[in-house]
C-alpha cells in the first residue's frame, strides 16, 4: 500500500506513515472505545434493575472524566520524557501533539489510541461500587484516579519508566490496566463498605442477556485492545489477534466444566465471565507467545479467578461485581504466565519455558509495585474525596435505587417510562403544567 502523504502543515523532516497502519489503528482506536460501553451493558446486566442506568452512567462518565484528565495532563504525565517514575509536562492540554511521528503513527492517533485505555481502566473500577456510591463523587475519582494511579503506572512500563528498563512485558495492559483496576477495586470496596443489602438478600443479575451482549461487545473491542497495541498491520498485530480469540475459548471451556462438575449447570453469566478472565489473561502475552501459549493461557487463568471468586462470596468484602476475581487476578495470573510461556521465537523475552527464569521474577516485581502504588493511590484519592463530599449515598437512596434518586429516571418505565422526580422541597404546584392559553372568544 501506497505510504499516506503528509498534510503541507506537516515539519517537512517527518517520514510519511504507512498508510495500512495507520488506518488499523484508526479502528482499533474505535473499537477500544466500543469496550466501555460494552463493559456498561456487562455492568448494567449484572445488577438489580433499580439501579442498571447507574452502573451503566458510571462507565459512560468514566470515561468522560478520565478521558478530559488524560487530555489535559495524565497523556503528558505517561508519555512525555523518559523519568524513572513519571514523565513530564511538555505535552500539558495536548501541547506539541499533532501529526508528527510518534511510534511510526502520527502523535495524535498514538494519543487517541492510548486514550481509549485510559477510560476503560477506571471503569473498571466501578464494577466494585455499584449500587451505592454516589456519582459527583465517581466522576471525581475517575479523573483523579487517572492522574494519581493510571498515569504513573502507564509511563513506569510503556512511557520508558522503570518496570520497562527491568524488563518486565505488558503487551497491551495486563499489568497497567487489568491488575491496576483490580488492586483498586479492593480498597475501594473497603473502604466504602458494603450495599444497603448486602448479606440480607440475594442481589442477583436483573438481564443476563446483557450481560452476555455486553461480554461479546467487550471480546469484539479486545482485538483492538490487543492487536491495535502492535502500533500497526503486520505480523505481530496477526499474532495479537488470533491469540485474543484462543485464550478467551480455553477459559470459556475450561469454566463451564468447573461449572458443570460443580452445580451440574453451566451458567450463562459464569460463561460470560469467563470470557472475560481469558481475556484479561491474554491481554499482557498478546503479542510475546504463540497460540498455544496463548491457549494454555487462558485455560489455566480460568482457574484461580473462578475459586476467587467462589472465596470473595464468603467473606463480608462487597466487591459488587467481582472486579478482583475477574481483572485483579486475571491480570496477575495472565501477567506471571507471560514470564512462563513467553517466547523469542513469537516476538517476546525469552521465557521459563526456554530457560530463562528470571523474567517470572521480573513479571512479579512489576505486579508487587503497580499493586503497592494502586492500593495507596486509591486510599488517598477516595479519603480526599471524603473531605469533601459524602462517598455512599444514603441508605434511603440505596433502597429507592440510585436510577431514580441520581438520574430521575428509570431503565425499565411502565406507560411513559422515564420519571420526574420531585425534590422533597419543592411543592407538587411548582412542576405542573401551565395551561395553554385560550384562543380569542372561547367560552370562559
Request: no cysteine; proline share 4%; net charge neutral.
Given at each position: 500500500m501506497d505510504p499516506l502523504p503528509l498534510p503541507p502543515s506537516a515539519p517537512p523532516a517527518a517520514v510519511p506513515f504507512a498508510g495500512a497502519d495507520v488506518a488499523w489503528v484508526l479502528v482499533a482506536t474505535a473499537l477500544v472505545l466500543l469496550m466501555t460501553p460494552g463493559l456498561a451493558f456487562f455492568y448494567g446486566g449484572l445488577v438489580r434493575a433499580k439501579n442498571a442506568l447507574n452502573t451503566m452512567m458510571m462507565s459512560l462518565g468514566a470515561l468522560a472524566a478520565a478521558g478530559l484528565a488524560w487530555a489535559l495532563v495524565g497523556y503528558s504525565l505517561a508519555f512525555d520524557g523518559e523519568g524513572a517514575l513519571l514523565g513530564g509536562l511538555g505535552h500539558l492540554a495536548l501541547g506539541g501533539v499533532g501529526l508528527e511521528a510518534r511510534d511510526a503513527l502520527p502523535h495524535l492517533l498514538f494519543f487517541t489510541f492510548q486514550a481509549t485505555f485510559a477510560g476503560i481502566t477506571v471503569a473498571l473500577v466501578s464494577g466494585a461500587l455499584v449500587e451505592r456510591l454516589r456519582f459527583g463523587p465517581w466522576l471525581a475519582f475517575a479523573a483523579l484516579w487517572t492522574l494519581v494511579v493510571y498515569a504513573p503506572v502507564c509511563h513506569w512500563?510503556?512511557?520508558?519508566?522503570?518496570?520497562?528498563?527491568?524488563?518486565?512485558?505488558?503487551?497491551?495492559?495486563?499489568?497497567v490496566v487489568h491488575v491496576n483496576a483490580g488492586a483498586a477495586a479492593l480498597v475501594a470496596a473497603l473502604v466504602l463498605g458494603p450495599r444497603r443489602d448486602w448479606g440480607r438478600q440475594a442481589l442477583l443479575p436483573h438481564s443476563v442477556p446483557l450481560v452476555l451482549l455486553g461480554a461479546g461487545l467487550l471480546w469484539f473491542g479486545w482485538f483492538g485492545f490487543n492487536a491495535g497495541s502492535a502500533l500497526?498491520?503486520?505480523g505481530a498485530a496477526v499474532l495479537a489477534f488470533a491469540n485474543t480469540l484462543l485464550a478467551p475459548l480455553a477459559a470459556l471451556a475450561v469454566w463451564m466444566a468447573l461449572d458443570a462438575k460443580r452445580t451440574g449447570h453451566v451458567t450463562a453469566v459464569g460463561?460470560?465471565?469467563?470470557?472475560?478472565?481469558?481475556?484479561?489473561?491474554?491481554?499482557?502475552?498478546?503479542?510475546?507467545?504463540?497460540?498455544?501459549?496463548?491457549?494454555?493461557?487462558?485455560?489455566?487463568?480460568?482457574?484461580?479467578?473462578?475459586?476467587?471468586?467462589?472465596?470473595?462470596?464468603?467473606?463480608?468484602?462487597?466487591?459488587?461485581?467481582?472486579?478482583?476475581?475477574?481483572?485483579?487476578?486475571?491480570?496477575?495470573?495472565?501477567?506471571?504466565?507471560?514470564?512462563?510461556?513467553?517466547?523469542?521465537?513469537?516476538?517476546?523475552?525469552?521465557g521459563l519455558l526456554e530457560g530463562n527464569p528470571g523474567l517470572v521474577l521480573r513479571q512479579a516485581a512489576a505486579l508487587l509495585a503497580t499493586i503497592a502504588w494502586s492500593a495507596g493511590g486509591t486510599w488517598g484519592v477516595l479519603k480526599a474525596i471524603a473531605l469533601v463530599s459524602p462517598l455512599a449515598a444514603a441508605e434511603r437512596a440505596q433502597g429507592r435505587g440510585l436510577d431514580v434518586e441520581l438520574h430521575g429516571e428509570e431503565a425499565y418505565g411502565s406507560g411513559e417510562g422515564a420519571i420526574l422526580v420531585l425534590s422533597e422541597s419543592a411543592s407538587p404546584e411548582a412542576h405542573r403544567p401551565a395551561l395553554a392559553p385560550r384562543a380569542a372568544g372561547a367560552e370562559a
Open positions: 512500563v510503556w512511557g520508558g519508566g522503570f518496570l520497562a528498563g527491568l524488563g518486565a512485558l505488558d503487551y497491551a495492559g495486563g499489568t500497526g498491520a503486520h460463561a460470560a465471565t469467563a470470557i472475560v478472565v481469558g481475556l484479561v489473561a491474554v491481554t499482557p502475552a498478546a503479542g510475546f507467545v504463540s497460540p498455544r501459549g496463548a491457549l494454555a493461557i487462558g485455560a489455566l487463568a480460568a482457574l484461580p479467578s473462578y475459586f476467587g471468586l467462589l472465596a470473595r462470596a464468603r467473606t463480608r468484602l462487597d466487591d459488587s461485581l467481582d472486579v478482583v476475581a475477574a481483572h485483579g487476578l486475571g491480570g496477575i495470573s495472565g501477567a506471571l504466565l507471560t514470564g512462563v510461556f513467553a517466547s523469542a521465537a513469537w516476538g517476546g523475552t525469552p
